[in-house]
């Protein structure tokens, strides 16, 4: 079965660098478009970037354009997320999900349970 | 683009919920629907306006047009109680969009 694992969510104070990462297992990595979504406490989700590994490209929400970066590799179904320059804002649960369906109208069908980002001085 | 839905819906067990997703021109985008409940991920209900997941029950339904889409629950059960959020793709932004949630309560 799907499974996603983010993992290295902590405490962290503004300005300062985070990397969180996603373990997948139970499909082909490499054949999906890969997300991280946030979801601030007491919020909806907000959608943060995807990174689709067939042709390597990325996008990014505006609120994080710039200052986070998707990675990945497909051998090892690690999905990463590279937080520089961190605000108070940031603070949120970052999920790893799954798109299924092509493109612009892609899905997301499988989620992590999430990876806890605190940004306080 | 900013999607819009109503806070709360209320529904006794047994009756129609009707959640409402508006924005501009909706009806012109591919509307995904969420359910999520306490200290759970959001999981998928309804992907592509109107088809389901396997495993969703078929009282979960969907439908797009104009400028509101909506996630139709029949016969409501003390089960769906949860926080329900829309999705969409904005092509002027180049960005995935989530509504603004409503909380469903069975009263």
């Known amino acids: 079965q799907v499974q996603l694992v983010e993992t290295g969510g902590r405490v962290v104070q503004p300005g300062r660098s985070l990397r969180v990462s996603c373990a997948a297992s139970?499909?082909?990595?490499?054949?999906?478009?890969m997300h991280w979504v946030r979801q601030a406490p007491g919020k909806g989700p907000e959608w943060v970037a995807v990174?689709?590994?067939?042709?390597?490209?990325?996008k990014y929400a505006d609120s994080v354009k710039g200052r986070f970066t998707i990675s990945g590799d497909s051998s090892k179904n690690i999905l990463v997320l590279q937080m520089n320059s961190l605000r108070v804002e940031d603070t949120a649960l970052y999920y790893c999900?799954?798109?299924?369906?092509?493109?612009?109208?892609?899905?997301?069908?499988?989620w992590g349970q999430g990876t806890l980002v605190s940004v306080s001085p | 683009y900013v999607v819009t839905q109503p806070p709360s819906v209320s529904v006794a067990p047994g009756e129609t919920a009707r959640i409402p997703c508006g924005g501009n021109?909706?009806?012109?985008?591919?509307v995904h629907w969420y359910k999520q409940k306490p200290g759970q991920a959001p999981s998928l209900v309804i992907f592509?306006?109107?088809d389901r997941p396997s495993g969703i029950p078929e009282r979960f339904s969907g439908s797009n047009s104009g400028n509101t889409a909506t996630l139709t629950i029949n016969r409501v059960e003390a089960g769906d109680e949860a926080d329900y959020y829309c999705q969409v793709w904005d092509d002027i932004s180049d960005q995935f969009v989530f509504g603004t949630g409503s909380t469903v309560s069975v009263l």
């Open positions: 999900a799954r798109a299924s369906g092509g493109g612009n109208t892609a899905f997301f069908d499988s």
């Open positions: 021109n909706i009806g012109s985008k591919t």
């Open positions: 139970g499909f082909t990595f490499g054949s999906y478009g």
């Open positions: 990174m689709w590994f067939d042709d390597n490209k990325k």
């Open positions: 592509y306006d109107s």
